[in-house]
């Protein structure tokens, strides 16, 4: 069992930047995709970005160019660069972790309000 925790949410103005930080109560070693999620204001949850164990790494189309999502597992954590951002990007945002098994892991989620 993994617990993952975020941080790094807040209140930031248009064209500013956050960096989001999850961090692990274990090993994530056995943890072969790691992800944001975000779910704005009345509406559904989806996918802003994943990375693999090996590296690679997908983004949606909205944030590409914008927003890096990192893992470092010796540290356990998983981070999401956020630069460039717009009003539009104003959610809670989540991390997500999946284990082989289809065994899935969740954060409780952390606010990020882009706004003047």
């Known amino acids: 069992q993994v617990q993952l925790v975020e941080s790094g949410g807040g209140l930031v103005q248009p064209g500013g930047s956050l960096r989001l930080s999850c961090a692990a109560s274990g090993s994530i070693d056995t943890l072969y995709v790691m992800a944001w999620y975000r779910q704005p204001p009345g509406k559904q949850r989806e996918l802003v970005a994943s990375?693999?164990?090996?590296?690679?790494?997908n983004y949606v189309d909205s944030v590409q160019g914008r927003f890096t999502i990192s893992r470092d597992n010796a540290k356990k954590m998983v981070s999401l660069q956020m630069n460039s951002l717009k009003p539009e990007d104003t959610a809670v945002y989540y991390c997500?972790?999946?284990?082989?098994?289809?065994?899935?892991?969740w954060g409780q989620g952390t606010q990020v309000t882009v706004s003047s």
């Open positions: 997500y972790g999946r284990q082989l098994g289809d065994v899935n892991y």
């Open positions: 990375i693999k164990n090996g590296g690679s790494r």
